[in-house]
């Protein structure tokens, strides 16, 4: 157990949709991070969030957003679903702001978009 | 984040040792080693970091070439819970946000 927990575990919706994907990270950690796996494209880096400030942006799509609240929990919201964003998202958080150290992934959310 | 190059799969008998190679020729001085590890259905999860010295924990050892050039993650007896995807990644020790780049890491299957 990574101490990392999100909410819910499978979400099945259809296309056109919009759903809130929910991270709790490790007690004492600071930066939140959201990544998205699919089959085909693997693990991709999408957003990072450093005590409740976003950090740094990776390939995350204009209809996706996130935040940071101030209790550090982070949310993912994703909107105008398409077939194509069916995938894994995990969240991963560290004590650091993205430095060299360790980063603590969540079990993931399964996200089936029909 | 400088480019490491990992064999698509290996296969290992249980009990045994596993070496797994990772290929980082374009490492920098500032860059750590990082090894992390997804098991099926589940994030991925730390295995061990290192920069220059060989490096050991409860989970797995990290020896590294001389020159830095490339690195082995050695399992020291695979067991079925071993059976997973591991990631070789380099990380910068220097100042700013670095992401986790996550290549297509190495499928390691172990055989009872």
């Known amino acids: 157990d990574s101490g990392v927990t999100q909410t819910p575990k499978h979400l099945i919706t259809a296309t056109g949709q919009r759903v809130t994907l929910r991270c709790s990270p490790r007690?004492?950690?600071?930066?939140v991070y959201w990544y998205q796996q699919s089959l085909d494209q693997g693990l991709q880096f999408l957003i990072q969030y450093y005590n409740g400030e976003e950090r740094a942006k990776g390939n995350i799509l204009e209809r996706f957003s996130a935040q940071q609240f101030p209790d550090l929990h982070s949310e993912l919201n994703l909107s105008s679903l398409e077939l194509g964003d069916s995938a894994l998202y995990f969240c991963?958080?560290?004590?650091?702001?993205?430095?060299?150290?360790?980063?603590?992934f969540g079990p993931g959310t399964r996200l089936t978009v029909l | 984040d400088a480019k490491t190059t990992q064999p698509n799969s290996m296969e290992s008998n249980e009990e045994e040792p596993v070496h797994l190679p990772c290929n980082h020729s374009?490492?920098?001085?500032?860059?750590?080693i990082h090894w992390y590890r997804q098991l099926p259905s589940q994030g991925p999860e730390y295995v061990i970091h290192?920069?220059?010295s060989n490096v050991n924990n409860r989970m797995a050892s990290l020896a590294i070439a001389e020159d830095r050039k490339s690195s082995t993650l050695i399992l020291h007896r695979a067991t079925l819970r071993d059976a997973a995807v591991y990631y070789c990644i380099l990380r910068d020790s220097g100042a700013g946000s670095y992401q986790l780049t996550f290549g297509k890491g190495t499928k390691l299957s172990v055989i009872p």
């Open positions: 374009t490492i920098s001085g500032t860059d750590y």
């Open positions: 290192g920069l220059t």
């Open positions: 991963a958080s560290s004590v650091d702001s993205g430095g060299a150290g360790r980063r603590f």
């Open positions: 007690s004492g950690d600071l930066s």
